[in-house]
């Protein structure tokens, strides 16, 4: 996903759910999701995640390339929200990309 706005990462709340669940299983700061605390914008690579950010004197800004490959199993539906709950206006663009397996579950 890339996002634009200074406060993006603090103000942006990721929420995940599996299948029916009534509760979040993912609930966290965008920012903090993807390991950039501050808001501050930085490049790197570990196994689950990656952010490719033009490097700015380490500026508080959200403009970065995220990624995340970590695995999160569902049954039926993964709904994922973002929440702005800060005053500033961005863009947001993602891609969710997913594969079906079938059922070995009785």
Same mark, same amino acid.
């Given at each position: 996903? *890339? %996002?634009?706005?200074?406060?993006?990462?603090?103000?942006?709340?990721?929420?995940? /759910?599996?299948?029916?669940?009534?509760?979040?299983?993912?609930?966290?700061?965008?920012?903090? +999701?993807?390991?950039?605390?501050?808001?501050?914008?930085?490049?790197?690579?570990?196994?689950? +995640?990656?952010?490719?950010?033009?490097? @700015?004197? +380490?500026?508080? *800004?959200?403009?970065?390339?995220?990624?995340? &490959?970590?695995?999160?199993?569902?049954?039926? #539906?993964?709904?994922?929200?973002?929440?702005?709950?800060?005053?500033?206006? &961005?863009? %947001?663009? +993602?891609?969710? @990309? /997913?594969?079906?397996? #079938?059922?070995?579950?009785?």
């Amino acid at each position: 996903m *890339t %996002q634009t706005g200074e406060t993006t990462f603090r103000d942006v709340v990721l929420k995940c /759910y599996w299948d029916d669940e009534k509760h979040p299983s993912v609930n966290v700061l965008l920012g903090d +999701f993807f390991c950039l605390g501050h808001s501050i914008a930085a490049s790197f690579q570990s196994l689950p +995640f990656t952010s490719s950010a033009r490097v @700015d004197d +380490f500026k508080v *800004t959200a403009n970065a390339a995220l990624n995340c &490959y970590l695995q999160m199993p569902f049954r039926e #539906a993964a709904p994922i929200e973002l929440t702005n709950e800060g005053t500033e206006a &961005y863009r %947001q663009y +993602f891609y969710v @990309d /997913y594969e079906l397996y #079938a059922d070995k579950l009785p």
